[in-house]
């Protein structure tokens, strides 16, 4: 077993099962290693292409999609998917191969500082330098790509790296998870007070509530207190749709009203399931719809359900 096959191992280790890639220099060993995991090779014909196609897979399975690319300027091509998964919050890995470490600086084939390209952009960034530590290092490439604020990460990987020869398995076990980050009770307290004191909130739900696997809790929360809900246009995925309605065309109304910027309406958070809807409205309490202040629900099936994942601080309500 040399370098790439241990890379490759560590790849399947974190479950990963394809790569998005254009075949070029520097990525010979790791293409053969990479069949020999089980691993399928996906070939594109930009190294653009095989970037956004990980950053799309993050994005929609929550995992770390992969690309890998040859050096030098396929490995600039690629970071246009990388600094758009920045933006976005979008888990990749940028693997880029290299020529060998021990010519690296004296000008071997399109010989650059790639990890010094990617650094501004990545979570977390590294030469694998050390054919021993290749696994710890692709373990801590994908610990920094799901925690927190997901991104992108990027791993550059010299030929005589790959083809070293190494005489160590990979430790048993599935990949350890990464950890959630909770919000500090005393920035939970003043969201609370913030949205009580609030006239017309609006609520505006970013990725994190899609990688938080927040959806129902955020549905349930809205619903009852009805507050309307929007997602900025990068951040789709974090709300559920109840169904398409006239109005609209979508599961959420929020046109028609005042006294929000471009005509979002403070009406009810219509569309919003609450607990055991099917797919209609939400509540629509009256003061809600005159006034644009939101209803206390008094104890409502939605309310208990954003009380028990401590949205709302008593039964009853807040707002």
Not at 165 to 174: F, H, K, N, Q, S
Not at 252 to 264: A, E, K, S, T
Request: charged share 15%; proline share 7%.
């Amino acid at each position: 077993m040399n370098g790439a096959d241990l890379f490759a191992r560590s790849l399947r280790a974190q479950g990963v099962e394809w790569i998005g890639t254009l075949c070029g220099h520097g990525l010979n060993e790791v293409y053969a290693a990479c069949l020999r995991a089980d691993i399928k090779l996906i070939d594109v014909r930009n190294e653009q292409t095989a970037a956004y196609m990980a950053e799309c897979w993050g994005r929609l399975s929550r995992q770390v999609g992969v690309c890998a690319v040859s050096s030098g300027v396929a490995h600039a091509n690629a970071m246009t998917g990388v600094v758009n998964a920045h933006f976005d919050g979008a888990p990749m890995l940028l693997l880029t191969g290299a020529g060998p470490l021990r010519t690296a600086g004296m000008g071997h084939f399109q010989d650059f500082d790639q990890v010094g390209l990617a650094a501004p952009m990545c979570k977390y960034v590294r030469v694998l330098d050390v054919p021993e530590r290749i696994p710890e290092f692709v373990h801590q490439a994908f610990a920094a790509a799901l925690s927190g604020r997901p991104g992108p990460v990027h791993l550059t990987f010299p030929m005589d790296v790959q083809e070293i020869g190494v005489d160590m398995e990979l430790p048993a076990g599935p990949a350890q998870a990464p950890a959630r980050m909770h919000a500090a009770p005393v920035d939970i307290n003043r969201a609370v007070d913030l949205l009580a004191a609030a006239e017309r909130p609006l609520l505006v739900a970013g990725s994190g509530a899609y990688y938080a696997d927040a959806e129902q809790v955020l549905a349930e929360f809205v619903a009852a207190y009805a507050i309307p809900v929007t997602v900025p246009i990068w951040d789709r995925g974090g709300q559920r749709r109840a169904g398409s309605t006239a109005e609209s065309g979508s599961g959420f109304i929020i046109g028609r009203g005042g006294g929000l910027p471009g005509g979002v309406s403070a009406g009810a958070g219509a569309g919003c399931p609450g607990p055991g809807d099917k797919g209609g409205r939400g509540p629509e309490p009256s003061s809600r719809k005159e006034t644009g202040r939101a209803a206390n629900p008094g104890g409502s099936g939605g309310c208990a359900g954003a009380t028990a994942r401590g949205l709302c601080r008593a039964p009853g309500g807040r707002f």
